[in-house]
């Protein structure tokens, strides 16, 4: 089975500044997917990123990239340039690669709170 | 727009009274999933759907029916709920083969006293 853990609960930035969530994952398989949601006090789970294991480059979308360590099984999320509009909670996940269920593997979460 | 569309947004129960919760995509997904999100402890899949007919059991399906009668929809069935069922509950699709982006409902949050 997969885990993935998220070792910072909550964490502060002030806006413009660049911050970076963590993330470890333990699974047995080569091939897999990974992803960081955004959950805002709407509650809607929005896709920030994600990234193909396979893949060696680091998956980037606008002011959002990641960093992706497959050997030390991590996957960070740096967010450059924070907005107000960043504040949320942000939850690391894996998928498995396979043609059935397709579960996301989800971690606690971080808390980010972006300060004017 | 393509959308899940889940309701009620919230919900408010007594113990022991059956109650379902609403699930329909608009997007010809074949997959559909119901997860449940709990502080601590992120989201967890209770079950899921790969076509008409075709349902099984994800990580906390206690407690917990579906059905998948048409494409569309996927509702979630609570026959006694208890109050550990409190929770934030999710639906969720996409299309078969990952690693096709799964849609999210907006939730439906449910309390049972």
């Known amino acids: 089975a997969q885990t993935v853990t998220q070792s910072q609960p909550e ?21 897999y997917y990974l992803f960081w949601y955004k959950q805002p006090p709407s509650r809607q789970m929005i896709l920030v990123i994600r990234q193909e294991a396979y893949k060696q ?7 959002f990239s990641v960093n992706f360590q497959k050997a030390a099984k991590s996957f960070s999320l740096k967010i ?17 690669f396979n043609f059935g269920n397709e579960k996301l593997t989800f971690g606690t979460g971080t808390r980010l709170t972006i300060i004017p | 727009e393509a959308q899940v569309t889940q309701n009620p947004r919230y919900l408010i129960t007594v113990t022991g009274k059956k109650l379902t919760v609403t699930c329909s995509q608009n997007m ?25 007919e075709v ?8 407690g917990y029916k579906v059905s998948r009668k048409e494409k569309r929809n996927f509702p979630l069935i609570l026959e006694s709920p208890s109050p550990n069922q409190t929770s934030l509950y999710f639906c969720a699709s996409s299309f078969k083969g990952a690693p096709s982006p799964l849609h999210f409902g907006n939730g439906t949050r449910l309390t049972v006293t």
């Open chain 2, 28 to 52: 010809n997904h074949e997959y559909m999933s119901w997860y449940r999100q709990d502080p601590g402890l992120g989201l967890r899949q209770i079950y899921y759907s790969m076509n008409v």
């Open chain 1, 11 to 31: 964490m502060s930035v002030q806006e413009a500044e660049t911050v970076t969530l963590s993330c470890t994952y333990d699974t047995s398989e080569s091939n």
């Open chain 2, 55 to 62: 349902t099984d059991k994800g990580d906390v399906p206690e």
């Open chain 1, 80 to 96: 450059s340039d924070s907005q107000l509009g960043d504040t949320a909670m942000y939850f690391c996940a894996f998928m498995k």
């Open chain 1, 57 to 63: 480059q680091n998956a980037t979308e606008n002011r």
